[in-house]
């Protein structure tokens, strides 16, 4: 949902309307070649267009962030994902007792069924109900049963956790994740119009690559130096 809002379009301050005006201003310097007024306004729109790239991408970029930070949270030792286990584990052993002396800990079993389902939203979760009233629960794709007879265990999830886990991994990896997908394809797309227009008027705009070491030379793209228009140059429609 984040992702998306990031991207929403259209919008008053979004990119398919700055690319809109900032082609309608090519126009209308096209039409005015000599006015002055003309080229500075060409210029104020090519800004504004470089800055609603800029925008999204932070926007995206933060995004990633908040998911990666939330996946480490949930995951970190002593975090949520390992307090329902030890406490899912905790009620096994009550449990285990009140059947094996011929009880039926009705309530008991509520409030495990109650961190099951909690845990169940946070990753796939398979269970196996055992006859003394314990459960095995493997979770998060691991290959291991992270709750047993002895207890909880912290084993490693899989390639696919699920649940929420398996989409703030799919939201935030990099390479490959989502944002990162993203935020190449806006990266793609700013250097597109860039070789465009520079064609035309060499110099005009000019193509950032600077992104944190973890994403590569070539995946953050950054429409940059967007006001360098060649005051001699002729005017002509991009």
Do not use: C
Not at 48 to 55: D, E, H, M, N, T
Not at 166 to 195: H, K
Not at 215 to 224: D, K, M, P, Q, S
Request: net charge negative; glycine share 10%; proline share 5%.
């Amino acid at each position: 949902d984040r992702a998306e809002l990031a991207l929403s379009e259209p919008g008053d301050n979004g990119i398919n309307k700055q690319l809109s005006e900032f082609w309608s201003a090519w126009g209308d310097l096209a039409n005015a070649a000599d006015d002055p007024a003309a080229r500075t306004a060409l210029l104020e729109q090519a800004d504004a267009l470089a800055q609603a790239l800029g925008i999204v991408d932070a926007q995206l970029e933060l995004v990633g962030a908040q998911a990666a930070d939330e996946y480490a949270t949930l995951t970190a030792p002593g975090g949520e994902i390992e307090q329902i286990g030890r406490e899912i584990a905790a009620l096994n052993d009550t449990i285990k007792r009140f059947v094996t002396a011929g009880d039926t800990p009705n309530d008991l079993m509520d409030q495990r069924d109650l961190l099951l389902d909690k845990l169940a939203a946070l990753g796939t979760t398979s269970i196996v109900n055992n006859a003394d009233g314990s459960v095995d629960v493997t979770f998060g794709g691991a290959a291991a049963p992270m709750i047993d007879a002895a207890g909880y265990h912290a084993e490693p999830f899989g390639a696919s956790p699920g649940g929420r886990l398996g989409a703030l991994r799919d939201l935030s990896a990099v390479p490959g994740g989502l944002i990162d997908s993203y935020r190449a394809e806006l990266g793609g797309a700013a250097q597109t119009l860039a070789d465009a227009v520079n064609a035309i008027h060499p110099g005009f705009f000019g193509v950032t690559h600077a992104p944190p070491a973890s994403y590569g030379a070539a995946t953050l793209n950054v429409l940059a130096d967007n006001t360098t228009l060649l005051a001699d140059a002729p005017a002509s429609g991009a």
